[in-house]
């Protein structure tokens, strides 16, 4: 005899027409103390990110981080190949003739700085994702067309099914939808 799995609940996702009915709903949702949200936007909404409570953006530190390392691996390549383990003396220049190693250790800043931000970014979104609890909302797929969704989530210290579904239905959405995990 199979016993049937029942699916969790992931969140509740509420449907609006348009940005400023979910950045009013989000801002609803913030002063009610829920901080377990995403928003789903067709184009970007300027102020979404500040009123679902975005957090830190890690990225500049990270694109520093690898152009320093780039830079730094870039000149001591130079160092090495140059100084120490292949030293020629040509035309009476000293080995350690720094001027002549800038342009690899620029091309290397700026390309280990560019690939660490763009790893950094997908790593930090948890990207490549090919699956989502959201998806599993039949409508959700209008959220690339010309529709706005707030979901708020279920580990949520404050959701309760009941109580948040009162709550999104308060703000006035097109439907509200159970998410399944």
């Known amino acids: 005899m199979k016993t049937r799995r029942r699916a969790e609940l992931y969140g509740l996702l509420a449907e609006f ?3 400023q009915g979910l950045l009013d709903a989000a801002r609803a949702a913030r002063e009610a103390g829920y901080r377990c949200m995403e928003a789903y936007t067709p184009f970007p909404v300027e102020e979404i990110s500040e009123v679902i409570g975005a957090r830190r953006l890690w990225i500049p530190l990270i694109v520093l981080v690898g152009g320093v390392c780039g830079g730094l691996g870039g000149f001591f390549m130079e160092y090495y190949a140059s100084a120490l383990h292949y030293p020629l003396n040509i035309g009476g220049r000293p080995l350690w003739s720094w001027p002549a190693w800038i ?3 620029f091309e290397l800043t ?8 763009a790893l950094g970014m997908l790593a930090i979104n948890g990207l490549p994702q090919p699956y989502h609890p959201v998806f599993n909302v039949e409508r959700f797929k209008l959220a690339t067309q010309n529709r706005f969704f707030l979901c708020i989530e ?3 210290p404050k959701f309760d099914r009941d109580v948040t579904r009162d ?13 399944k995990d």
Request: net charge negative; no cysteine.
């Open 103 to 105: 342009p690899i250790t």
């Open 110 to 117: 700026v390309l280990v700085a560019a690939l660490s931000g």
């Open 154 to 156: 279920a580990a949520d």
């Open 17 to 19: 027409d348009g940005p």
């Open 167 to 179: 709550f999104l239905t308060g703000l006035q959405p097109r439907e509200v939808f159970d998410v």
